[in-house]
T-cell receptor, first 114, second 117 residues
Framework: DAKTTQPTSMDCAEGRAANLPCNHS???????VYWYRQIHSQGPQYIIH?????ETNEMASLIITEDRKSSTLILPHATLRDTAVYYC???????????????WGLGTSLAVNP | NAGVMQNPRHLVRRRGQEARLRCSPM?????VYWYRQLPEEGLKFMVY????????ESGMPKERFSAEFPKEGPSILRIQQVVRGDSAAYFC???????????????FGEGSRLTVL
């Protein structure tokens, strides 16, 4: 699985959009971009994923550049409960064995301020 | 539909004692993974198990650590003769064997926090 780089930390005002960038310049054609988050003292939680099209669900939006070398996770109206560490991971799905190869970096520590 | 259940949530041990951490995967999931997270660090893969089989233990220390996933009952991560450096959060995750791209590849428990005095 390809490596990703993310900023160490970010701040966001409550109610505003939080835009979290991720670079994955070595991503290969069959790898998807996944985002997880880890709220303090809890296990990581899946947020969203995509291959090349932009994706949206009830939690967030994912914007992937045309060359797929980077992506941005958007929390449209951040709340205090969105304060967490956000991990960007690229991986090939479909096979449970691939889960062991996931590289979890340090992620981005997002602080949502009142 | 219960998620991944881990217990205990918090465990305190003295140096030299044994720690046993348990993980019950989500219903229908036959694949279990254990990760360790040290303070201020990312998740580190330890071991991958299927029912009754260890598939990959490349991330687990060679000594004092062992894992099992018996036919009946939860998966257990066992740490013998604990040392202070074993203090960490240990997360268990489970997944089905095959899946599409619905995002449901990996479900994590709330973790077990081991403190070694």
């Amino acid at each position: 699985d390809a490596k990703t780089t993310q900023p160490t930390s970010m701040d966001c005002a409550e109610g505003r959009a939080a835009n979290l960038p991720c670079n994955h310049s070595t991503i290969s054609g069959n790898e998807y971009v996944y985002w997880y988050r880890q709220i303090h003292s809890q296990g990581p939680q899946y947020i969203i994923h995509g291959l090349k099209n932009n994706e949206t669900n009830e939690m967030a939006s994912l914007i992937i550049t045309e060359d797929r070398k980077s992506s941005t996770l958007i929390l449209p109206h951040a709340t205090l409960r969105d304060t967490a560490v956000y991990y960007c991971i690229v991986r090939v799905p479909y096979n449970a064995g691939n889960n062991r190869k996931l590289i979890w970096g340090l992620g981005t520590s997002l602080a949502v301020n009142p | 539909n219960a998620g991944v259940m881990q217990n205990p949530r918090h465990l305190v041990r003295r140096r030299g004692q044994e720690a046993r951490l348990r993980c019950s995967p989500m219903k229908g999931h036959s694949h279990v993974y254990w990760y360790r997270q040290l303070p201020e660090e990312g998740l580190k893969f330890m071991v991958y198990l299927q029912k009754e089989n260890i598939i990959d233990e490349s991330g687990m220390p060679k000594e004092r650590f062992s894992a099992e996933f018996p036919k009946e009952g939860p998966s257990i991560l066992r740490i013998q003769q604990v040392v202070r450096g074993d203090s960490a959060a240990y997360f268990c995750a489970s997944s089905p064997r095959h899946f599409g791209t619905a995002g449901g590849e990996l479900f994590f428990g709330e973790g077990s926090r081991l403190t070694v005095l």
